[in-house]
């Protein structure tokens, strides 16, 4: 069973950055989407950005303007920097793949916390 791993969560202040990162324990085929949603205690998980096969992104209105997600689909790598963050961006985020056919794959996700 392919696994994904996400990395580069944790703490910063208000306006800061992080970079997060999220690779799988194996190639994985046939992916026409990579991307990133998020989620709260209590909350239904919601979708932040995503990155199709072909290169098209798709952010949050949250999120537009201070996400970029980036990756290589080839490589199944996929990032999302983050910049000026805000308080309101604290959730666990999580990547996925989606592949042709319906098959999904999600990570086991990474804390994201924004205070000072």
């Known amino acids: 069973q392919v696994q994904l791993k996400e990395s580069g969560g944790g703490l910063v202040q208000p306006g800061g950055s992080l970079r997060l990162s999220c690779e799988p324990s194996?190639?994985?085929?046939?992916?026409?989407?990579m991307g990133w949603y998020r989620q709260a205690p209590g909350n239904e998980r919601e979708l932040v950005a995503t990155?199709?096969?072909?290169?098209?992104?798709n952010y949050a209105d949250s999120v537009k303007g201070r996400f970029t997600i980036s990756g290589d689909n080839s490589k199944n790598l996929v990032y999302l920097q983050m910049n000026s963050l805000k308080p309101e961006d604290t959730d666990v985020y999580y990547c996925?793949?989606?592949?042709?056919?319906?098959?999904?794959?999600w990570g086991q996700g990474t804390q994201v916390t924004v205070s000072s």
């Open positions: 194996e190639i994985v085929y046939s992916v026409y989407m």
């Open positions: 996925v793949f989606r592949r042709i056919g319906g098959d999904e794959y």
């Open positions: 990155l199709s096969w072909g290169g098209d992104t």
